[in-house]
């Protein structure tokens, strides 16, 4: 069964449960090692994103007034990172109502380069991308969705062994050893929703 | 943990409640031009560079209180903490632009870079031409000015490029006052307490008591280590001599000061820390040109304290001298 535009809206009606669900955990983590916002931005982008993207005719409009929901909706900086990759998707869906399943890894591959070109973030930095690259790696050597899942389940946990060099944590030098970044956990929080639809 | 307590209606509307009651409050200094977009209802005209700043609620009075005649032209507004969306910033920028650019600023956070370099590119298609100047003024945030945190010296540093703006000169020499003011503004802080967002209304931070963070953001990052809490002298000395040592002021220059409360720290607390920068000034040799004590940089409930010295040079302190007119802070 193709990747559809239905489908496509129930994706984004998961992941705002989802986000919704993990919020104080995210925040949590995030309080540790910066400003404690990350569940809060996470839950009101995917809340905001999930209500703009029902009855669009195609994937690609639904992408793209997903981004500018998450974008409004949260500024911040998974707002733009975000916006990016699901920008970044919408042209890899193309105006079409329906994908077949087999490309939609393409999708994840897609994000992970939008949010990289945002961001200006390499692997290794203790960010998002540490979740989102090896997930796209998987990804483009044609991987299962459970062994993408799994690619960015690893990668997130490798970031506690991380010091951050980017972003809000990146102050802190050696005290951001030991906790993993909210960033690379929510990701793949969405890896894993994406891939309970699409695989 | 019980929830901390707030006098809230609904934390995911806290923002746009506050938004609210600011309009309500100050109908002669701001009006809204867009959603999260706030101007100033004198100060913006034809031929005058427009300065628009930005960031994160929870700051209060920074950064929207700092908008009116002779500071800034507006002001866009992010949710709790969190930089604002690109479309505010560019909104306030169309609404008080007058033909001579705009310059934003704003606190050196990734989120707002990201945010405001995508309103810079939004503007530019509109052919309007916006530069940036990032405050970097947190002394305990990195050895590398580049990639320090804008924090509380923002009050001077928006205010010097305010008066440049509103004294008719052009983009060019308010952006070069605007680095230099950043350039020779220094802070650093203590934390005594955490805050609570107001959507999970949860401590955003565990400091145990008897203790006190050095060097802590105005967001609860933490800072520079972890020791227990020391008198407001001991702390007051610890602060100034990181700041007099980087400033390397010679004896006879003018400062201008800021003892800041991070929200919940009381004058009381302020005034005594400050009788000892006043001491400790005095000995360096020298100047207050003029002091700021109270809240103007905060960080919600937050208990904890910042000092800021600008380095004035004669072109600052006509700046800072310039007459202001804002809602929440006033100057001649």
Redesign the interface.
Known sequence: MDFTTETCTQLFQALAIRMAAE??AL??LD???????H???ME?GMQAAAAAVATLPTLQDQFNAAAKAF???????????YATALMRAAKTAGPRAAMPRAETPGLIIAMAEGIAH??KAEPGQKTMIDAWYPAAEAAKSGASWPDIVAAAQAGADGTAQMQAT???????GA?SLGHKDPGAVSACVIIEECAKILG | MAPTQKLINDG?RAVDEMLVGVLAAHPNHLTLAAPRAIVAKHGPRPGKVALVIGG?SGHEPTFLGFVGKGLADAVAV??????????PAVDAALATHGGAGVLFMYGN???DV??FD?ASEMLEMEGIEARTVLTTDDIA??SDRL?R?GVAGNVFIFKCAGAAADLMLPLAEVERIARNANARTYTMGVALSACS?P??R?L??DLPAGEMEIGM?I????GIRRGPLKSANDVADEIMDAILMEMAAPAGSKVAVLMNSLGSTPLMELYILYARVAERLGQAGLTVHSALVGPYCTSMEMAGASITLMHLDDELTKMLDHPCDCAMFRVG
């Open positions: 919020r104080d925040c949590a309080g540790l090692i910066g400003d404690a916002d569940g809060i931005a009101q974008l409004n909706a949260v500024g911040a900086s998974s707002g733009p990172l945002r961001g980017l972003g809000r944590a990146a102050r802190l005290r | 995911n994160g992010g949710n709790v903490f969190a930089s604002p969306p690109p479309q956070y990734a989120g990201m945010n995508m945030s990195s990639k945190r967002l959507q999970t949860r955003n931070f953001g967001h609860g990052e933490p």
